[in-house]
């Protein structure tokens, strides 16, 4: 069964670095989503893309998150400059329209020294 | 803002009992789905739910979605061990695809 990829499983990074978290979206689908959860709390939505462009973005999502499909199957989530509380598991997620289940990669720990 | 409520947080039981998950929704949904994670896992998809009143059984699992499309349920009869994790439910936006989670439910299964 196809599924949705991450890497990598865990990164860790000094407070103010930037880091890149890579998601391989199932193949045929359109609608790409990033969430994070943060240790023992409910999963939260950070932002959903579709055609090449940003649909939706949360409160959390703000100037220092950044989202790019580079390529044709490829979609990142960047940090800018990682504070301590993006300490979080990061979760991207596909679905072949907006209305299907969503299916998720088995994330990515992100820890912020 | 929309926000989707599940109750208990926790719950823990003897191996062969059952459980159940409640699930809230402060809007109308189009649908909700349910999801198990396991610990130190990812949320991995159970089964979506479109109708008014419908109920659907996945071997030991009874899911229903309320008649006003507001709230849900998850029933789990003769809990094993291998059910232990988290369950969320989730409802989509009204705007648009992303999915609001409820807070989940923790079950433990003691042997």
């Known amino acids: 069964e196809p599924e949705v990829t991450q890497t990598p499983s865990h990164q860790v990074t000094q407070m103010g670095q930037e880091v890149i978290l890579r998601c391989v979206p199932i193949s045929n689908h359109l609608y790409f989503y990033w969430y994070r959860q943060i240790l023992g709390q409910k999963v939260e939505f950070l932002v959903s893309?579709?055609?090449?462009?940003?649909?939706?973005k949360s409160e959390i999502f703000d100037d220092q998150f950044s989202v790019e499909r580079p390529d044709g199957s490829n979609f990142t989530l960047k940090i800018r400059s990682t504070k301590l509380e993006d300490s979080a598991m990061y979760f991207c997620?596909?679905?072949?329209?907006?209305?299907?289940?969503?299916?998720f990669g088995d994330g990515t720990r992100l820890s912020i020294l | 803002g929309q926000q989707v409520m599940q109750i208990p947080q926790y719950q823990h039981v003897q191996e062969g009992e059952d459980f159940t998950t409640y699930c809230n929704s402060s809007t109308t949904l189009s649908n909700i789905q349910w999801y198990k994670q396991r610990p130190g896992g990812h949320p991995v998809f159970l089964i979506q739910l479109v109708k008014s009143g419908e109920v659907k059984k996945q071997k030991r699992l009874t899911f229903q979605f309320g008649e006003a499309k507001k709230n849900s349920s998850l029933h789990i009869t003769a809990t094993q061990t291998t059910d232990v994790g988290t369950y969320f439910c989730a409802g989509p936006d009204n705007q648009g695809g992303k999915l609001i989670f409820g807070q989940g439910t923790e079950l433990s299964v003691k042997p």
């Open positions: 997620a596909s679905s072949g329209t907006q209305d299907q289940p969503q299916h």
């Open positions: 893309f579709y055609n090449n462009e940003i649909s939706e």
